[in-house]
């Protein structure tokens, strides 16, 4: 795949790789196979024609449920509050979609940052299922508000309340990954 040019190709690109990590890691595979590259190309594919769907939310607050309160972030059982993985304050909604369990260092921690932002500060990636979530959320921000089709050279980054910039297009080795 070129480089994405629109926010709708780098969200569904994003989302593609994201399914072809989590594929490779349910398998307990360590390295992407081709059956995995073939899932990320047939989703990629298939969410710009919109014969696809990136799936409910609802789905993503089954998982929140079935993993049970615990930080999202390090997995911490104590000191547990609600955080905002868009936060409130750049324009994130107050809904379940929203937020995650956060422990008091993480969340913090974690401030007013973009959720890319403050795991790249620390270095490391975000859980698949937080990644999952996020992409969702920004992408029906997007869709809300009429911007999946605009350019990626013509966005206005300040404008949004995530960084549009830090989402990525390539996931590491699984290896390097974890699920929750």
Not at 2 to 27: D, F, G, K, R, V
Not at 141 to 155: G, T
Request: glycine share 4%; aromatic share 8%.
């Amino acid at each position: 795949m070129q480089q994405p040019t629109t926010i709708e190709e780098l969200i569904c690109w994003s989302y593609a790789n994201l399914a072809m990590a989590h594929s490779t890691m349910s398998q307990g595979a360590t390295r992407y196979s081709r059956i995995n590259f073939m899932i990320r190309a047939r989703l990629y594919k298939g969410l710009i024609n919109k014969t696809m769907n990136m799936g409910s939310l609802i789905d993503d607050e089954k998982e929140k449920l079935k993993a049970g309160c615990h930080c999202a972030y390090c997995g911490a059982t104590e000191q547990l509050s609600v955080d905002h993985l868009i936060p409130q304050i750049k324009g994130g909604a107050n809904s379940a979609d929203n937020s995650v369990f956060a422990c008091r260092r993480c969340n913090s921690s974690k401030g007013s940052s973009d959720l890319f932002e403050w795991y790249n500060k620390r270095q490391c990636f975000p859980p698949l299922l937080i990644v999952r979530r996020y992409l969702k959320i920004v992408y029906l921000y997007c869709e809300i508000n009429n911007l999946l089709e605009q350019k990626l050279e013509e966005v206005d980054l300040s404008s949004l309340p995530f960084r549009l910039d830090l989402i990525p297009t390539e996931y590491s080795e699984p290896s390097k990954l974890s699920l929750q």
